[in-house]
Structure formats: C-alpha cells, structure tokens
C-alpha cells in the first residue's frame, strides 16, 4: 500500500552567503538531497531550490510519509561447513545466526546448481519520513563544496557562514529536531529592512508566495535573476543608452540581493579620458556596477548600480553610489597618468626581480626564452620576426605597472595602451594584449600573425618549463593552467589554420633553456600530453572519442592536419561502406600481426614490390588493380591535404575488399603466395593510413 505523500520545505537561514557560489550551493544542495531521500527509500517528486544571500531552500514535492518496507536477506556458510556429520550446528552456523540477531533453527536455506547454503530473510517496515529529515539535511549539507567552512558561537557546528535559523515544514506540520546545533522552527525571516520580522510558514507548498508576498523576497534564484537584467535593461532605456549586462557579473549580483531594484548613477566626464577597459573593470569588480554605453558603443559616464532595497528616497541610493565610484575612478586616473611618464620598455629591468618559478628563473627570463621562440617560429610560418621580438620583450611589462597591480585582469590590455603611448606599432601593441588569448572556453583568438605567434610561444615555454621541472597536472590539480594552455595552442593553431609541426616547435622551445635547468627529453611528454588533450576538446564538438584515437593512431604532428584528418573520418563515418571498411582494417590488422614476415618498414608505391604472378585467384587480381587505379589519384589527394576525398574514394574498395576475403585466404602455407597477399594487404592499409586508422571505429 503507498503512503500518503506531502511537500517538503527546507530553509536553512544564514548571514550573507558568498555570491559567487551561491548558485552552486544551492544546485548542490538539491542533489545532495535528492540522493539522500533516495538512499533512505524515501520517494519523492520534484525538488525546487531557492537561493537568496540569506538562504538556501528546497521544495521537495510529494514525499511519501514513509520509508518503503525493504526485504533483507543475506547469505551464510555453505551446508556443508553449517553442520557436523550428526547435524549440529558448527561455529559458522551459530556465529552467523548471531550475527543475525536469530538463532539456527529459523534460519532458511537457499540452493542453486553451485550447492545449498544457509540464509537469512527478514522485512524491514519503513520508517515515518519526519523522523528522518533532520538527520538527512545534515547529511546534505554536510557534503556540499565548500571550501572553508566557519564556525560560531561556543558549539561545534561547521558551515559557509554562521545559521540563524532553520525552518523545516512536512506539509502543514514543523519537523522536530535540531540541524548544524540550530533548533528547527516553523518560520522563515523576511527582507533585512523590508520586513525584518519572522513569517510563519503555514504549508510548504506555500513557501515562495509567502516570502514574495510577506517578505519582500524573490527567493529563486533564476527569477531574481531575470528581473535584475530586466531592472537593468529598463534602466538604460529610460536613459536613451544601452547596458552591458555580463553574465557573471549578472549572477554575483543576483547572489548579493533579495529584492531588486536599478538606479542609474553619474560620474564625471574627465574620467572618460581613462581606457574604457579599467572603468568597467572598476566598475564590475569594486562595485558590482553595470557599465552604460551610447548608440555607437561608446561607454558614457553614467553606471546602473542594482540596489537590494526599493528605498523612498532613490535620489540618496544614487548620490551614495555616486560618492562610492569618484575616488575609485580618482585612483585609475592617477594610475593611468604615472604609469605612462615613462616609456614601457622602462619596465623590463623590473621584471628581473620578479620569479617566475625559482628554478626557471625570472620573468624576465621568461620573457626572453619567449622573445627566441617566438622569432624562430615567425621565421618558419612567414611572420614578421621583428615585430614577434619587439613584441615578446615588451609583453610582460605591464605586470609590474601600478595599475595592473591593481587591476590584474587588465595584465596585457594596459600593455598594448602603454606601448602605443610609447610609440610602439598598432601590430606590437595589439599583439601584447592578444597574447593572452583565449583567456578562457569559448574566448576569440588572436587575430594578428604576431599576436598568435606570441600566444604560442608564451604557452609552449610554459608548458615545456613547467613539465621539465616535474610540475605536472594531477586530478583536478593544474595550478600553472596546462590544460589550459594545451587547449589554447590547439585552438590557435586550428582555427588560424597554421600548419606549424608541434613536435618540432615544442623541441625548440626545450632547446631554449639552459642546459641542467630541465630534464632532458621532457619535449616528448609535452606532446604527449597536448595529445592527450585532443580527445576532450573534439568531444565537446560531439566528435567521438574513436574518431580521434584513429587519427592520433597515424602519429600526425602538426594539428591543423590532424583536424582535416578527424573532420574527414568524423564524414567518412555517415557512409555507407564506412562499417564494413572499418570491419576489413580490423581483419587486416590482426592478419598483418599474425604474419609478421611479410610485412616491410614501408610498402613502396612501386608495383614491383608485389609479384602479380603469384595471384592464384580472380579476387586477388581485382583488389591489386583497384588499388593501383586508386593510387596516383589518392598521393595527390594528401598530398593536397583533401582528406574528404580520400575516404571517398577509398569507400569504393569495399565491394572488391568483401569479395577478396569470401575467396581468398591470405596465411597460406606457401610462403611466397602468403608474403604476397600480405604485401597487398600492407599496401592497401597504407591507404587508408594516409588519413585514419580506421580499424580504431567502434
């Protein structure tokens, strides 16, 4: 028989949650609970969460008031070892029965076709759901991300931040009992300035209106977060401008209020003389500020601030927030002025005092090992070398200028204005800023030959110095940003189709080193590793993970072909031929490793390499000339980088490979005939090995 069923509402009260993780909390709050609920056999519908700076909530609807009944049974000793020859109970009988709770004699038997044994079933009747809720919202809580945890008062409670109160409601009844040292109450609080006081909470299901309707609250965190861009949006509107709503920063301050509200701010025109970029920055970072721009993307001197109260004096809110942005825009100014009283290469001797890592050196160091890097590789790709150099010394001086000691999320962008000041070029400056790309998943990359080069040469110095003095990413470690880095070189490489060998730019970034700085012959476990990273950046573009490893099977060095190779076998696999043909490779393969005498260091493309007088039967002689009709045409082919076309081609085998394995059988007893038909089975995965091995698809 089901048990009744009621909604569940659970409201753990705080002091002001970190905003950043408040979406994550809540998000892994639910889980935590979901699982739990599961565990215990507790059934359930739907969980809504609710995430406010002052709280995190579940609505979990239709839990049974009940555990389900569950039935036990659990296996004992063998019959045999149970009992003596006279039937009495040995010491595995009795130890097991006791383990049981029971005795021997009612214990049952269970058997199979492997023998007989001793057993123990029993019912276990649900218990009532309200007795269990406490202890599972430990539970949850107790297992979510938090970093640091705080403790308050004098007990030994632990959280994200002290618990003011804790409000747990089974349909219309408060649940007894206490979570993290808090007793457990029936009332939620309201807005800190709008409604103070507690609010009953009558029913569960009933929660979110009363907060809304009493409290002054919109406690999900999704329509709090729609209403601050809408707020936001209107704002600016009513102004004639436009808002740059960010993502992230709409998300931090959907986590720092309750109850929305926008005021648009002013500040002095002068302060436009400062780059946009530290203005934002300044705005987004100190104050959680939306910036404002004109028609034409201009940024104008005015700022939306979203206030966590409908104040009846807004002009108060927005002088306040006024007063609060000057001296913070005083302060990039003056910034802004010193930092460009001398020229940027100025800087670099400062850099010499910076560590970069203690036994790599300086950032200095760094800077120079990049600047030879970046020349050779501009040298064999046709970019100007000499704006690579002046590019890579100057790219690292920004980091010890006053305002991106302030502000290092500007590191790169102040140095392209300061180098400009100094009258670097336009292809310099912009190179210094675009070496950083892409900062992160999904980011633009560089769209200069001098930005792309430098952003290359920068990752693989530090890709290669980091792994050769044993720093290496493990689990979910990578504090020097690897993957990262691996992931960004591929994608520049890639999508600016630049066909630079991998292997050989990483050697000579190694070679770039002084001798005994790192190990030898770490190049190898770069590569390997930025290899190892292709397969997850391919199946974020739904490519799948066997496409990959058939290409990465032909050792290709240089990522834009291996992409054109992954692309084409990702096509290939749509055809219809491209099942069989990847059965054949298999069979092939495994023939070829049964018959290793016949296989050569390389098959020649000349036919003289295979006796054709030796072909016994009509199969063997159709497969051959197939294969050196299709030859010239497929050379030419990848030799044009036409993958695509290869495998089409190639698809064209299959109906000639299904009938030269129905008729011909390859390990034969005599050897010619056998070394023969394993020189044209060499010669014909040979082909296909000019583009994937295709024998790797599932």
């Given at each position: 028989?089901?048990?009744n069923?009621r ?11 970190p ?17 739990r609920?599961?565990s215990?056999?507790?059934l ?5 969460y ?9 609505l ?31 010491k ?24 007989e044994?001793?057993?123990?079933r ?19 809580l107790?297992g ?6 705080m403790?308050?008062?004098s007990?030994?409670?632990e ?6 109160w804790v ?8 649940v ?7 007793s ?25 209106q009363i ?5 002054h ?6 329509s ?38 926008a ?5 002095d ?5 400062v ?9 987004k ?13 201009e940024?104008?001197?005015?700022f939306?601030a ?7 004096e ?17 302060d ?7 930092d460009?009283?001398?020229p940027?290469e ?12 203690q ?33 890579a ?11 991106v000691?302030?502000f290092?999320g500007?590191q ?7 180098a400009?000041?100094?009258?670097a ?10 070496q950083?790309?892409?900062r ?23 890709l ?11 689990g979910?470690k990578?504090?020097y ?33 002084p ?21 997850g950046h ?15 099977a032909t ?6 072909f ?47 390499s295979i006796?054709?007088d ?7 002689r159709a497969?051959?000339?197939l294969?050196?009709?299709?030859e ?7 030799e ?17 490979v299904?009938?030269y ?9 005599d ?8 020189a044209v089975?060499?010669k014909?995965?040979g ?6 091995d ?5």
């Amino acid at each position: 028989m089901l048990s009744n069923v009621r909604d569940l509402l659970i409201e753990i009260g705080t002091e002001e949650l970190p905003p950043k993780a408040l979406l994550k909390l809540a998000i892994s709050f639910r889980s935590a609970m979901k699982d739990r609920l599961a565990s215990r056999r507790i059934l359930t519908g739907e969980i809504e969460y609710f995430a406010t700076p002052r709280r995190l909530a579940l609505l979990v609807r239709k839990v049974a008031e009940k555990q389900g009944d569950t039935e036990v049974s659990r296996r004992g000793p063998a019959i045999a070892s149970a009992f003596s020859h006279d039937g009495i109970p040995t010491k595995a009988a009795l130890g097991f029965a006791r383990s049981c709770g029971t005795t021997v004699e009612l214990l049952d038997r269970e058997s199979n076709e492997k023998g007989e044994w001793l057993c123990y079933r029993t019912s276990i009747v649900g218990e009532p759901t309200m007795s269990l809720i406490p202890d599972l919202v430990q539970e949850s809580l107790a297992g979510l991300p938090i970093p640091k945890r705080m403790r308050w008062g004098s007990g030994s409670a632990e959280f994200v931040r002290p618990v003011h109160w804790v409000c747990i409601v089974f349909g219309d009844e408060t649940v007894p009992g206490s979570v993290l040292d808090v007793s457990i109450g029936g009332s939620s609080r309201g807005h800190r300035f709008h409604h103070p006081a507690s609010i009953p909470v009558v029913t569960a299901e009933r929660y979110p209106q009363i907060l809304r309707e009493i409290g002054h609250i919109e406690p999900s965190f999704e329509s709090r977060r729609s209403l601050v861009e809408s707020k936001v949006i209107e704002a600016a509107i009513g102004e004639g401008l436009v808002a740059e709503v960010d993502e992230v920063l709409l998300d931090e301050v959907t986590g720092l209020v309750e109850w929305p509200s926008a005021v648009v701010g002013r500040f002095d025109e002068e302060f436009l003389a400062v780059p946009a970029e530290v203005l934002i920055e300044t705005m987004k970072k100190h104050q959680k500020y939306f910036p404002i721009r004109d028609s034409n993307g201009e940024l104008v001197a005015r700022f939306i601030a979203v206030a966590n109260i409908d104040s009846t004096e807004p002009e108060a809110v927005r002088s306040g927030n006024e007063r609060v942005i000057r001296p913070r825009f005083a302060d990039a100014k003056f910034f802004w002025d010193i930092d460009r009283k001398k020229p940027l290469e100025q800087y670099f001797p400062k850099l010499e005092a910076i560590v970069y890592q203690q036994r790599l050196g300086s950032v200095a160091d760094k800077s120079r090992r990049v600047q030879a890097l970046g020349v050779a590789l501009a040298r064999s790709l046709g970019v100007d070398a000499q704006d690579v150099e002046s590019s890579a010394i100057l790219g690292k001086c920004d980091l010890v200028s006053a305002m991106v000691g302030e502000f290092p999320g500007l590191q790169g962008i102040m140095g392209r204005y300061y180098a400009a000041h100094s009258g670097a070029s336009e292809t310099v400056s912009r190179a210094i800023e675009e070496q950083y790309l892409p900062r992160f998943s999904g980011d633009r990359i560089p769209s200069t030959g001098c930005g792309k080069i430098l952003a290359i040469a920068d990752r693989l110095d530090t890709l290669v110095g980091i792994f050769g003095v044993g720093f290496r990413p493990s689990g979910a470690k990578d504090p020097y940003g690897l993957r990262r880095a691996s992931i960004a070189v591929l994608r520049i490489l890639i999508e600016a189709a630049i066909p630079l060998n991998l292997k050989t730019a990483i050697a000579t970034a190694e070679s770039g080193f002084p001798p005994g700085t790192i190990e030898a012959g770490v190049g190898d476990l770069v590569f390997d590793y930025m290899m190892d990273r292709v397969s997850g950046h391919y199946q974020e573009r739904g490519i799948a993970p066997d496409t990959v490893a058939a290409v990465l099977a032909t050792g290709e060095e240089i990522p834009l072909f291996l992409d054109k190779r992954i692309l084409a076998v990702s096509a290939f696999r749509s055809l219809p031929e491209a099942q069989a043909l990847a059965g054949a490779n298999k069979r092939i393969r495994n023939i070829l490793a049964k018959g290793k005498e016949g296989r050569r260091a390389a098959v020649s493309a000349d036919e003289c390499s295979i006796d054709v007088d030796a072909f016994q039967l009509p199969e063997e002689r159709a497969l051959w000339d197939l294969i050196c009709s299709l030859e010239k045409d497929i050379s030419s082919l990848v030799e044009d980088r036409d993958y695509g076309a290869v495998l089409e081609r190639l698809a064209t085998l299959r109906e000639t490979v299904d009938g030269y394995f129905e008729s011909v059988m390859v390990n034969v007893d005599d050897v010619h005939v056998r070394r023969n038909r394993l020189a044209v089975l060499e010669k014909l995965m040979g082909m296909f090995l000019g583009v994937a091995d295709i024998s790797r698809l599932q």
